[in-house]
């Protein structure tokens, strides 16, 4: 364990509240991963381009409507549909950035009352992210930065909601920056965190699964 052939990239997720500044920051951590050499990638969750994605982004829009309990299996089902390419990808040795992953399904669903293990189950033996790292932004100030988007969820009193779920759900692999620092700083930091990551992976850290 060690050797140069357990080497593999970085499983880094971001989570937070909706307006948090999450896409902002995962676009810039992978530029700036590029240019120190590093290869890496962008993904996102829900990933909208699959068909499970399609029926995702239309009920997040409002154009269809689905039981709580299904909407919450065809979050997970969009990130097993892409778990072995992610796997395939991390052994080859890019780094895969992810903007929302299984905490974002836990933390919206189970706001809306689902329990939470029920939540969690369908989760588990997706892979474990090296790293989370939580863009901290209280729900008064997010929705205070240009306002919602429109979208299914975008209401303060249910991301209050989502964000007392992110917090039960943090673990030892997260990290908490505080978003309403300057943007440069959040770059900082979260790139600071992210190469200390990246090198574990390079030295063999195995890869887990959740929820460990
Ligand atoms: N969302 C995202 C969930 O409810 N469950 C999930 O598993 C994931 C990945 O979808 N409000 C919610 C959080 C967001 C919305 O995400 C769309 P984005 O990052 O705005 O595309």
């Known amino acids: 364990r060690g050797g140069k052939e357990d080497s593999r990239g970085a499983l880094v997720v971001l989570e937070g509240l909706d307006r948090c500044g999450k896409t902002t920051q995962s676009t810039r951590l992978v530029a700036n991963l590029e240019k120190l050499g590093h290869s890496a990638e962008l993904w996102r969750f829900p990933d909208r381009t699959t068909s499970v994605g399609q029926m995702i982004s239309s009920y997040l829009s409002n154009k269809s409507q689905l039981d709580d309990h299904t909407i919450h299996l065809l979050f997970s089902a969009n990130r097993w549909e892409k778990r072995s390419l992610m796997e395939s990808k991390l052994k080859s040795g890019i780094t895969l950035v992810v903007d929302r ?14 329990d ?8 588990i033996g997706l892979l474990a992210p090296d790293l989370v790292v939580y863009l901290d ?13 429109g979208e299914r969820y975008e209401q303060l009193e249910f991301q209050k909601k989502v964000g007392q779920n992110y917090q039960v759900l943090r673990g030892p692999t997260w990290k908490i920056i505080d978003a309403c620092s300057p943007m440069e700083d959040v770059e900082e930091q979260l790139q600071e965190m992210v190469l200390d990551c990246v090198k574990t992976c390079q030295e063999g850290k195995p890869l887990s699964c959740l929820w460990s």
């Open 101 to 114: 992953y299984s905490y974002s399904g836990v933390a919206f669903s189970s706001a809306k009352g689902l």
């Open 116 to 123: 939470i293990e029920w939540c969690k189950a369908p989760e």
């Open 137 to 149: 932004i209280p729900p008064e100030k997010a929705a205070e930065r240009g306002g919602y988007g």
